[in-house]
């Protein structure tokens, strides 16, 4: 069966500060990946999906970027961390383009 | 371009009632229709899915129907529990959102004991 998994789970960074969150898939090939943001008491944002290694499409601009170095693997990262960039991050995988997006359990970040 | 309503934002019943919670999408072209469940600090939990060719999608006592036509899917939940208090989104892949969910902003579901 297919996991996902994401760490660290929660993370409190001071501003400026660089940032590191990781995705991983287990059970599955070549999988949509999917990074979405949930600020406090409001919907999801897509900031990054991924049909593919090395294939990164940004949603929103911002100061954050995504990468992709391995099939299963997904990165998100920030050179310089913003109050703004507080919220809860969580990855999706889905197996095709139409088919189901599940979810990880999500790291929630607080930047003071 | 698609959006999805949730109504109502937030609702409260008393435990063992069935309920129904609604979702509408402004454009009928969709792939399919997904609900998921959030509770309070936790990732999203994937419910039922419905392809544009369902009426509708049955999991224990959750039962969502969809009628695309009129842009409308509604999640029945039978003889609710304590249990079931979270959260719940749904969310459309629209034919013209390059496979991308377009969300609902949600319905808080508080079953009370």
């Known amino acids: 069966s297919q996991t996902i998994h994401q760490w660290p789970a929660t993370l409190v960074q001071p501003v400026g500060s660089p940032l590191s969150l990781e995705c991983t898939v287990e059970?599955?090939?070549?999988?949509?990946l999917y990074w979405y943001r949930q600020a406090a008491g409001r919907g999801l944002q897509l900031l990054f999906y991924?049909?593919?290694?090395?294939?990164i499409s940004s949603e929103v601009p911002q100061n954050l970027s995504a990468s992709r170095p391995q099939d299963r693997q997904f990165i998100l990262s920030s050179k310089k961390l913003l109050l703004s960039d507080s919220g809860f991050y969580l990855c999706a995988w889905q197996s095709s383009g139409a088919s189901e997006q599940y979810f990880g359990p999500g790291t929630r970040l607080t930047v003071t | 371009k698609q959006e999805v309503t949730q109504i109502p934002a937030a609702l409260s019943v008393p435990e063992g009632e069935n309920l129904v919670l609604n979702c509408s999408f402004t454009?009928?072209?969709?792939?399919?229709l997904q609900w998921f469940r959030q509770d309070p600090g936790k990732g999203l939990t994937s419910l039922l899915l419905i392809q544009s060719s369902q009426r509708e999608q049955t999991s224990g006592r959750l039962n969502a129907s969809l009628d695309k036509s009129s842009g409308r899917s509604t999640l029945y939940i039978a003889a609710s529990q304590p249990g079931d208090s979270a959260t719940y989104l749904c969310?459309?892949?629209?034919?013209?959102?390059?496979?991308?969910?377009?969300w609902g902003a949600g319905t808080k579901l508080i079953i009370k004991p």
């Open positions: 454009d009928s072209a969709i792939y399919n």
């Open positions: 991924s049909v593919g290694i090395g294939q």
């Open positions: 059970g599955t090939s070549n999988p949509n």
């Open positions: 969310a459309v892949i629209g034919v013209d959102s390059n496979y991308q969910l377009i």
